[in-house]
């Protein structure tokens, strides 16, 4: 079979090459850049002469990257190159004098000035996209944590309140006076989770979903399914160490959002989850051993059981369980937090030296 060559029509920009190679319907195509800078193509398909083998070569002006990115279609091959270097080409190849079957592709054709010109628009543009969405981002990370501050803050005030106001007698009504709003910022707090694995905040994903998970199955699981729980003092310390954190950590955020930063509440931020998150884990395991017989006696959630192995397996093993997950949870993220701490102290020390 003869070999043939085929129209070959083509454009530059700074940073790549455009080939548009008259053929239709391509077939067996292979293409290349070769060791000496050279590319070749050759292919099966419909173009001036009819359908026939097809190839040619081009050694380029300066170097280029070897990967090509091509796509057949049924009317034309179109290749696109990548340069080395972003640099404007005086011509497509190293012979000065221009192949015959050569041509410059007048669709995508732009002088130098006009692919700079292009290229400002596209940096325009990709800025002006990148800002709008740093705006939302940060629109919506301050929304999510104001609402959260205010949630925690009209729990930890009403709290407050009900404890000057009744003493003692405030510890047995705390999940009925609080716990819609507790419901509301805790399911609110699932995006807690998301928001890193979308790579909105740099949090990592497993302190927060430890943090989530954790309170959810007490808030959820414990108190919300058991009315024997809710009016337990144990309710009234749980929340409250929980809101306590939580009255200074979002207010933090917002402030970081904003790009400001208070000392006393940074050092609050980073400071109180000291006392306060053994404290809270030892609040959440003491309402998970109260439950214990609770499940046991009411059968709530528990699992059946093939005949041989007796009747159902009650859900307070599973809560065992959970009470060992709790340590590892409360290790993992004081871990974290003890880092977050040290990387936040150390890298303040450094900007002041
Ligand atoms: C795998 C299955 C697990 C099953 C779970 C079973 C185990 C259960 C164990 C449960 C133990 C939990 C007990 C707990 O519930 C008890 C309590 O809470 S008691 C009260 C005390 N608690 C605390 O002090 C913890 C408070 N919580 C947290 O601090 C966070 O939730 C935590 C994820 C633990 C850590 O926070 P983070 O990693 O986000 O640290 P940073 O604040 O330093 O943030 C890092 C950077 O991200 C930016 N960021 C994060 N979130 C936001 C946001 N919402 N908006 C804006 N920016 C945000 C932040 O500014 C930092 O940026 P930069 O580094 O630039 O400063």
Redesign the pocket.
């Known amino acids: 079979m003869q070999i043939l060559t085929p129209h070959v029509y083509w454009a530059q920009r700074h940073g790549e090459i455009y080939l548009r190679v008259e053929l239709s319907d391509a077939k067996n195509l292979d293409i290349n850049v070769q060791e000496n800078n050279t590319l070749q193509f050759r292919a099966l398909g419909h173009g001036a002469k009819g359908e026939h083998e097809y190839e040619f070569s081009l050694e380029f002006l300066e170097p280029v990257r070897p990967e090509i990115n091509h796509k057949s279609t049924q009317r034309q091959v179109d290749i696109k190159i990548k340069k080395q270097e972003e640099r404007w080409w005086d011509r497509l190849t190293l012979q000065e004098k221009k192949p015959v079957f050569l041509a410059p592709d007048f669709d995508r054709w732009l002088d130098e000035s006009d692919a700079e010109m292009e290229n400002e628009i596209k940096l325009y543009l990709f800025s002006y996209i990148f800002s709008a969405y740093l705006g939302l981002k940060r629109g919506y ?2 929304m ?2 104001l609402v ?1 501050f205010l949630g925690f803050s009209w729990i930890f005030v009403n709290m407050t309140v009900r404890l000057f106001i009744l003493g003692q007698d405030s510890f047995y009504d705390t999940f009925h006076s609080t716990a819609d709003m507790m419901y509301f910022c805790q399911m609110m707090a699932v995006l ?1 989770v998301v ?2 694995l979308l790579g909105l ?4 994903f ?10 959810n ?2 808030l959820f699981v414990i108190f919300g399914s058991l009315e024997e729980m809710q009016n337990r003092p144990v309710v009234f310390f749980v929340f409250y ?2 809101s ?3 009255i200074f ?2 207010p ?3 402030l ?2 904003i790009g400001t930063e208070w000392k006393l509440l940074t050092w609050l ?2 400071s ?2 000291i006392p ?2 053994p ?3 030892i ?2 395991a003491v309402a998970v051993i109260q439950s214990l017989p609770i499940f046991d006696e009411t059968r709530l959630f528990s699992l059946p059981l093939p005949a041989v192995m007796g009747q159902s397996l009650s859900f307070s093993c599973i809560l065992q369980l ?1 009470l060992a ?2 340590f ?3 290790f993992i ?1 004081f871990r ?2 003890y880092k ?1 701490r040290r ?2 102290y150390r890298s303040r020390k450094r900007k002041v030296h």
Do not use: D, S
Not at 201 to 204: C, E, L
Not at 206 to 215: D, E, K, L, S, T
């Open positions: 990370l301050f999510y944590n959260q807690e928001n890193p905040v740099k949090t990592g497993f302190p927060a979903m430890i943090q989530v998970a954790g309170r199955t007490i160490l929980w306590t954190i939580e950590r979002y933090f955020y917002m970081a959002c931020r980073y109180i989850w306060l998150y404290l809270g884990v609040a959440e959970y997950l709790m590892l949870g409360l993220n974290h937090l977050q990387r936040r």
